[in-house]
């Protein structure tokens, strides 16, 4: 038997962009939030760089937009950058407001750091290296202490229901019970997808469900070929792997090969604060002679008080980085495309919002800048908020057909798949990507598809985004931004501007 649920707004996803949302849409109307795992289990919460705002001195949302715009390569919608530099500072602002303890320096004036491609100091931190999880300490806060809003743990969205175009709610497993949620509004905040491949930054959350369900339901997505590997990840046996923030290398560390050569100055004028796409390709290619490490040690002591979770991180992992070099490899980090959304976060769907990671916004283009991805979620999540205020209540909507949620399937069998879509993507989609290779990549998932069970869920779910990612790539036929390809070396003037839908 199916069950049936009621809200005003649905919020799909616990990260800064959902959690703000559900906020700030609680005080129009009742709110059900729902999240894959706990509430704190979101990109959010591992993000150590900080929050990108002109708040500085001699800085300006002017240059802040400039700066994006470059990073972005030709690919960035100006509109969504203007509304991001010039309402960030406000969020961030609100955001302090609200208890978020930010860094300051000896004045009481918020302490600004500086991260690649950044003309000025503009990133905000939040105990040294822990500010996504300070972020989510504060929004999580605010969600548990409204009455409106009603949290959903552990609850599995399936799908999107539809009807004729517009979107009414979703199916979803409420601990393992079928349950259609209607509603008003449907917001999905379901973050990435780096759990596609081998090596990730992203929570094992991050499984790509916002785009394999929006896809499946005729919702349109672009620019999916663009993902960005952040260039240095804690080289372990782990999943997902520990970040060493590229912040590390805006205090003066620098990038050494096996032989202990440092090698990003002969690569780009900006050496090793060069954009994130340049750096993590530089690395990769360097990693064929032997390991790469980050040579942080010139820090001595001042590592521990300005990086102090990166520090505990490498110390558990028996590296002392005042004294030794730290193992780093690249690691799929942030999607650029996803579901494609207006400036107020409307997708092609009726009532269908999208915001966060999982939106293709149009403000990071090709490539992110540093620290844009949490000021992004901020700002379109209060945009999302204020125009569902506005979404005229549904009329009575007939019950569905009634549904059953597919046995679990055995775990041990999910995960050789889906480790099968990890080595996949990585080899064939990943930093350096072909014709050829792309081509052996959609085979090789269409193999994978004959071997999943209806319970892999979760795992059809990556295997739908890793095709969007492996088709789109196979599409460009050249090389911009997050996207290289070996066989199309250069960026085509014939490509710029240019957006590949899904």
């Known amino acids: ?3 049936r649920m009621r809200t005003r707004f649905l919020v799909v996803g616990s990260g800064v962009a959902g959690l703000h949302t559900a906020w700030r849409a609680s005080q129009h109307g009742d709110v059900l939030l729902l999240t894959k795992r706990s509430l704190f289990d979101s990109a959010t919460a591992y993000a150590q760089g900080g929050i990108a705002a002109a708040l500085g001195a001699g800085d300006s949302p002017a240059l802040h937009r400039q700066d994006t715009l470059a990073a972005g390569a030709a690919l960035c919608d100006a509109a969504a950058v203007q509304v991001l530099v010039e309402e960030g500072p406000a969020r961030v602002r609100e955001l302090q407001t609200a208890g978020a303890h930010f860094d300051l320096d000896p004045a009481g004036r918020l302490l600004l750091g500086r991260e690649a491609a950044h003309s000025k100091n503009r990133i905000v931190h939040a105990h040294g290296d822990q500010t996504g999880a300070e972020v989510a300490r504060t929004l999580v806060a605010r969600v548990r202490d409204t009455p409106a809003i009603r949290v959903l743990e552990r609850a599995r969205v399936l799908d999107l229901i539809m009807r004729r175009g517009v979107c009414v709610g979703v199916r979803a497993s409420l601990g393992g019970r079928a349950t259609d949620i209607v509603a008003d ?9 780096g759990q596609i491949y081998r090596y990730t930054t992203n929570p094992e959350v991050a499984t790509g469900d916002g785009y394999a369900i929006a896809h499946r339901a005729g919702v349109r ?3 999916m070929e663009f993902v960005q590997f952040h260039p240095t990840a804690l080289a372990t046996a782990e999943n997902p792997l520990a970040l060493i923030s590229e912040a590390v290398r805006g205090e003066g560390a620098v990038l050494v090969n096996s032989r202990g050569e440092r090698f990003m100055a002969a690569k780009h004028r900006l050496a090793e604060l060069a954009p994130r796409d340049v750096v993590a390709r530089a690395i990769f290619r360097e990693q064929r002679h032997g390991p790469v490490f980050l040579d942080a040690r010139m820090l001595g002591e001042r590592f521990a008080e300005r990086f102090p979770g990166i520090f505990a991180l490498c110390r558990a992992r028996g590296i002392d980085p005042r004294r030794e070099l730290i193992p780093v490899t690249p690691a799929a980090h942030y999607m650029m495309g996803g579901i494609v959304t207006d400036l107020r976060g409307r997708s092609s769907a009726t009532r269908l919002y999208a915001v966060g990671e999982v939106a293709r ?4 283009g090709a490539n992110r800048l540093a620290s844009n991805s949490l000021l992004e979620g901020l700002v379109f999540a209060e945009r999302v908020a204020r125009d ?3 979404v005229k209540p549904l009329g009575e909507v007939k019950p569905m057909k009634s549904w059953t949620v597919p046995p679990l399937a ?3 069998a999910a995960q050789v798949l889906a480790d099968a879509i990890r080595s996949v993507m990585w080899d064939d989609a990943g930093i350096a990507r072909t014709a050829r290779g792309l081509r052996a990549a959609l085979e090789q998932l269409d193999e994978v598809e004959t071997r999943l069970t209806p319970g892999m869920t979760e795992e059809r779910n990556m295997l739908d985004t890793a095709r969007l990612v492996a088709e ?31």
């Open 361 to 364: 916004t149009g403000v990071h």
């Open 185 to 193: 509004a449907t917001v999905l905040a379901t973050g990435g997808c």
């Open 472 to 502: 789109a790539a196979l599409v460009r036929r050249e090389s911009r931004g997050g996207h290289y390809r070996t066989d199309y070396p250069r960026a085509k003037r014939s490509w710029a501007g240019r957006h590949i839908e899904r």
């Open 1 to 3: 038997m199916t069950e």
């Open 221 to 223: 997505l672009a620019d």
């Open 388 to 390: 569902m205020t506005g």
């Open 410 to 412: 055995d775990r041990g």
